[in-house]
């Protein structure tokens, strides 16, 4: 069965044919970073416009790719909810009419549980599993039997893990997304130069998470959590920097790693002194890397916790969506899995963030159970579910 999966939730509008569920013929993404970059963040009226822009011309080089013609598509499929209202229906609405002018079954996917099938692409889901959805809106762990079949056990009373992320890199002003930007820069600081809060919240919480406390610590209380660990040696003067006289950089640091810096980064931190963001003594690269360290030390934590409660039952989790790829979380993920001797499953790095691949993906289990969608399909931007604050 040869499935079209389209994802237009956020800022990617994406296109896919994925055979029998597990083989990707095409997974064609087109971006809109360049157009939110402006704006430190997803502007809504914007994505839904690039979306209409995108999305004929992503379905025709999706279809050239897997080297395939409409007649040989079996199902439609599209991500239906949550996510933005405006890109939602651009999709949705695109679907409705392939499904219709093809005469083909529609179904509307949960484009979060597809986050998790994305897993499925490279290795296969062993049933019953612990999931930990760690997406740019939403973060959330997960009990499931099967993909029908699920229980949410802890989510964000406030800001998601990408939010966390893209928020610190608006403050220190290093483009969208955050994430990936703050991993980068991430390896070139110390982990341990401050010491900031892990907000774990037991009796408040359980297992529901909290970034907003740590956001506020690095934005307004940094000195606070300074650590004996802070690293000097990275603290220079711009000025000393030229192609024949290298900086002082941390001489600890792997000689390929300082190769690969990119110097326009010094500049950035000089420029955020001048502006009063960063002190004259304080080091971004230190600050980047503390905190990415605690998100993951934080997200740890919690899935320690369920696993606590949960491990006799569960014994693999799957961990997925866009912050997945971060390499200090997935560091962290791993030695907990040694720790408590379970098997942890990622998705290949280029099915972390959206991509119609997951949709198509999902909508096979979805037809196995014969759940299809109509030409009434409307998107909704909320799963309640995951409602925050409460």
């Known amino acids: ?145 099967n993909f029908l079949e699920f ?64 956001k506020t610590a690095v934005i307004y209380f940094r000195e606070k959590y300074i650590s004996a660990n802070i690293n000097n040696n990275l603290n220079f003067e711009f000025k000393n920097y030229s192609k024949d006289n290298k900086p002082n950089l941390d001489l600890n640091k792997p000689k390929e790693l300082l190769k690969t810096f990119n110097k326009d980064y010094f500049v950035h931190q000089e420029y955020l002194k001048k502006k009063n963001i960063l002190k004259i003594n304080e080091n971004l690269f230190d600050i980047l890397s503390s905190f990415q360290y605690t998100i993951a030390k934080i997200i740890s934590f919690k899935l320690n916790q369920a696993l606590s409660l949960y491990s006799s039952k569960y014994k693999s989790i799957v961990v997925a969506g866009g912050a997945s790829a971060n390499s200090q979380i997935r560091k962290e993920l791993y030695n907990l899995s040694k720790l408590n001797n379970i098997n942890i499953i990622f998705p290949e790095l280029s099915l972390c963030t959206d991509n119609g691949a997951m949709i198509a993906g999902l909508a096979l289990e979805y037809y196995k159970n014969n759940i299809l969608s109509d030409l009434y399909l409307s998107p909704n931007a909320r799963f309640q579910p995951l409602k925050r604050g409460c």
């Open 1 to 145: 069965m040869i499935i079209c999966g389209i994802e237009t939730s956020c800022d990617d509008t994406s296109i896919s044919f994925v055979k029998d569920g597990k083989i990707i013929l095409s997974n064609i993404t087109f971006s809109q970073y360049q157009s939110h970059n402006l704006f430190s963040g997803v502007v809504p009226e914007i994505a839904s416009r690039e979306h209409l822009n995108n999305i004929d011309k992503t379905y025709k080089i999706a279809l050239n790719e897997a080297k395939i013609e409409e007649k040989d598509i079996d199902l439609i499929s599209v991500s239906a909810f949550p996510g933005l209202i405006g890109s939602l229906v651009v999709g949705v609405n695109f679907a409705k009419g392939l499904a219709f002018r093809l005469k083909k079954p529609l179904i509307g996917v949960n484009h979060l549980l597809a986050h998790i099938y994305a897993v499925n692409f490279s290795k296969k889901i062993d049933f019953p599993i612990l999931a930990l959805l760690i997406s740019g809106g939403h973060t959330a762990i997960l009990k499931m039997d």
């Open 151 to 214: 229980e949410i056990i802890g989510k964000t009373y406030d800001d998601s893990v990408g939010e966390a992320f893209d928020k610190i890199a608006k403050h220190f002003e290093l483009g969208y997304p955050g994430g990936p930007i703050i991993d980068k820069l991430s390896i070139y600081g110390n982990p341990t130069s401050y010491v900031f809060p892990i907000t774990s919240h037991e009796e408040k919480h359980k297992l529901n998470f909290s970034f907003s406390g740590l």
